[in-house]
């Protein structure tokens, strides 16, 4: 069976600048929150850190000529904030600008179309320690002032912006349960974060509309991440529990852009600790999204909890928000395949999720901006290049994409696999690996896996066979 797609349909590949560039003193780069929280002992995998990492500021025209070789359509990067901006404000690093102009004039060159993240969790440190980071109000003018560095130096060649990757992560992961930087553990600071974060985007998207919008021919909008809750049963509760879930998870981010204010189980639950918007947000956040970026992965079957089962004792990591103010009981099905990751495969999952965001939100354009797996034992190359599995994955999640396309009418524009190479997985070092491209983090050699071949064909006849 053939299964094509839309005639402009966005195939790519993604990666994060922390997770690839290395290089973390050179050029006058500053600081990171990740750098300081990877350097302190005990926050990663082996005390691993992103210092060197895939050495991608060094080895950038290699790393294109990996892309033009497989055929990649697009390619979606991150910008390092500290790397433009040192302090986070004030002075701009013209090595940065330099750094990444002769990366998007290599893309073009190479008719690979680039997609610019503006923000993949790599706040300058000095932000952090001069002003709290994401906890203080006044980040979103300094988020809103790089960017529109960003748009003046890049904005002539880069017609598709993304402000923020996967928020849920710096809020909860960053500000609930301290397992990513900067590393802070509270039930209150994630919707503070949040919040921040979500008026940041509104006056990014204001900058780029009325000073750049209309002469550049781009278009902005926001990645969120989320993963599928299902009903464990078909009771009402149940089923009203998967709703919340998704709410608390996904519509915590989408709802202020797309209607106004949070979803309303989040405000009943979490009451007071739920900042509000003032006049002024609400008018720069709703309608701020030119798109829907989705980072899907997977899912898990919700179920409404006892009345006394006690929250507060369950991980929020899985979730998909703080658990005690969400009350949903997660579990997984037995037969599922995971990955590397304990992420669980369902590629019907994917399909369901894109429905919900085509009903929830009205039928908006969607992108999946990541996708992909990790597998065990790819620290090896000989068992790395051989990745069949991650083909059969990526084949079983494009089916489920092509059915929501052309049985469901959902609007979905493009595919963005996670990743283009292996590299620095955050809190989790080189101990796990998602790359289309085997990386030693000895000598730097790349080597492509099979996915990398096979989804060169893909791309090429535009859908699967």
Known sequence: MKYPFPKNFVWGAATAAAQIEGAWMADGRGPSIWDAFAHTPGKTNQNQTGDVSCDHYHRMEEDVALMKAMGLKAYRFSIAWSRIMPLGRGA??????????????????????????LYHWDLPLALQMELDGLLNPEIADHFACYA????ERFGDRVKNWITFNEAWCSAVLGHGIGYFAPGR????????????????????????????????????????????????????????????GLEFFLGWFADPIYFGDYPK??????????????AEDRALIKGSSDFFGLNFYGGMLASEPPANRDMTVTAPTGNGGMAADQRVELSDDPTWEKTDMNWNIV???CRKMLNWIDRR???????ITENGMALPGEDDVTVAVCDERRIDYIRRYLEACHAAIHEDK??????????????????????????????????????PKASAAWYAAVMARNGLE
């Open 265 to 278: 189980c989040m405000r009943d639950a979490v009451g007071d600790r739920l900042p509000k918007f003032s």
């Open 148 to 151: 529109e560095v960003c748009f």
């Open 185 to 244: 553990i509270s039930q209150t600071e994630p919707y503070i974060a949040a919040h921040n974060l979500l008026r940041s985007h509104g006056k990014i998207v204001d900058v780029y509309r009325k000073k750049f919008q209309a002469a550049q021919r781009g278009q902005i909008g926001i990645t969120n991440n989320c993963d599928w809750r299902e009903p464990k049963t078909d009771s009402a509760a149940d089923r009203a529990a998967a709703e919340r």
């Open 361 to 367: 939100y009205g039928h908006p354009p969607i992108y």
């Open 92 to 117: 701009v690093n013209e090595a940065g600008i330099a750094f990444y102009n002769r990366l998007i004039d290599a893309l073009v060159a190479a008719n690979i179309t680039p997609w610019v993240t």
């Open 410 to 447: 959902v609007d979905l524009r493009g595919y963005i696999v996670w990743t283009l190479m292996d590299n620095f997985e955050w809190a989790l070092g080189y101990s796990k690996r998602f790359g289309l491209h085997h990386v030693d983090f000895t000598t730097g050699q790349r080597t």
């Open 347 to 349: 590629p019907d999952f």
